[in-house]
């Protein structure tokens, strides 16, 4: 009786490793439950504003309504030879750009426009873009992530 304690403690020991191992390592797809505090558009705005609250349940907001997931301040995608980032940009997302002489900032991404605190900072290959989307070409091993970074006080 003693031996088919042990088996049993042994195997339910494993499953309880391997279930700690998948927790940690694991991330999930899709979370339907907003961060408790996330940046979001204001649809009265142009401008981006925080939001506070969690879910009463997943996926389901304060007054039982469904909850859409928060915009994303964070995109990443692969170069293509030969093809600008803007481009690329506007392929899969809507986007708003100002031209300048050094290539297009852009302003707003799926409709997240930053407030005048912060911008959308382009990454090339995990180094600051030193041009606009526009001027970058891609090569198709580059990766180009974009994110809303803050503004930085050069005066003090």
Excluded at 82 to 107: M, R
Aim: aromatic share 8%.
């Amino acid at each position: 009786m003693t031996i088919k304690k042990l088996e049993v403690f042994v195997i339910v020991t494993i499953i309880a490793v391997f279930g700690i191992i998948y927790a940690f390592t694991v991330k999930p797809d899709n979370l339907a439950v907003r961060p408790q505090t996330s940046t979001n558009v204001d649809t009265n705005s142009d401008s981006a504003v925080p939001m506070t609250g969690t879910s009463v349940r997943p996926g389901y907001g304060t007054n039982d309504q469904p909850v859409q997931p928060a915009p994303s301040t964070t995109i990443e995608y692969k170069g293509v030879d030969g093809k600008n980032a803007l481009d690329l940009l506007k392929e899969n997302h809507q986007v708003e750009a100002i031209h300048y002489s050094y290539g297009d900032l852009v302003t707003s991404i799926d409709g997240i426009k930053p407030d005048s605190q912060h911008f959308w900072a382009m990454y090339v290959n995990g180094q600051f873009s030193q041009v606009g989307a526009s001027a970058y070409i891609t090569k198709s091993t580059d990766n180009i992530k974009w994110e809303v970074d803050a503004v930085v006080d050069t005066t003090k």
